[in-house]
């Protein structure tokens, strides 16, 4: 199994710009996360997904990010226009729905750095 | 305000020594998990603890969850330079995963 894939591994990009990020899960899984991760606010929920569906999205900072899961392989996070304070690194999650607490499987993260 | 709040933040020791790291919430969780998350990489899953007063082990991490489910503990015996790493604990309830801001241990060799 390949795990969870990110893509793009680092982003570099300037303040007002348009970052989309990209998530491929485990087949099979039913559920997908999107966190960001800073020092100072550790490991955050933003969205997650239960078969290509949002559930609960109030970790979403605010409007300009959004995010999408048009099929079961597949997810966006789309930050615009991009801020400074939008640096961190974002990682996408997945986990397979068996009843009761499930092992989350994370990919390697995407760095973003907005100058 | 952290849901979960982990201790200490930074711990750095020297190989062979024992540790203990804490994981505290004034919430009630079904169940906990740990992980540990290596630089530039995601976490990874440690354990899950379900049941008030569980041990689980794994090799010389020993994770113990609170009797009222509320709190955590990690403790690893002689710690060796492959420990390194952020240890992250996260609170499950009604499909609601939290994360700690995690611990971040350094084991010199």
């Known amino acids: 199994d390949a795990g969870v894939i990110q893509s793009p591994r680092h982003e570099v990009t300037e303040m007002g710009q348009e970052v989309t990020l990209r998530c491929k899960p485990i087949s099979g899984h039913d559920y997908l996360f999107w966190y960001r991760q800073t020092m100072m606010r550790g490991l955050e929920l933003l969205i997650y997904?239960?078969?290509?569906?949002?559930?609960?999205d109030s970790g979403m900072p605010e409007d300009r990010f959004s995010a999408k899961m048009p099929n079961a392989s597949f997810s966006t996070l789309k930050i615009q226009p991009s801020e400074p304070r939008d640096s961190a690194v974002y990682f996408c999650a997945s986990s397979r729905s068996g009843g009761g607490v499930e092992t989350q499987y994370f990919g390697p993260g995407t760095r973003l750095l907005v100058l | 305000t952290q849901l979960l709040e982990q201790s200490p933040q930074f711990l750095s020791i020297q190989e062979g020594e024992n540790l203990t790291v804490y994981c505290n919430s004034s919430s009630v969780f079904s169940s906990l998990q740990w992980y540990r998350q290596e630089p530039g990489e995601g976490p990874v899953l440690l354990v899950t603890v379900v049941t008030g007063g569980e041990v689980k082990k794994l090799k010389r991490l020993t994770f113990q969850f609170g009797d009222a489910r509320k709190d955590s503990s990690l403790h690893i015996t002689a710690a060796q330079p492959g420990d390194t790493g952020l240890y992250l604990c996260?609170?499950?309830?009604?499909?609601?995963?939290?994360f700690g801001a995690g611990t971040r241990l350094t084991v010199k060799p």
């Open positions: 996260a609170g499950y309830n009604n499909n609601d995963m939290r």
């Open positions: 997904f239960n078969n290509n569906v949002p559930i609960d």
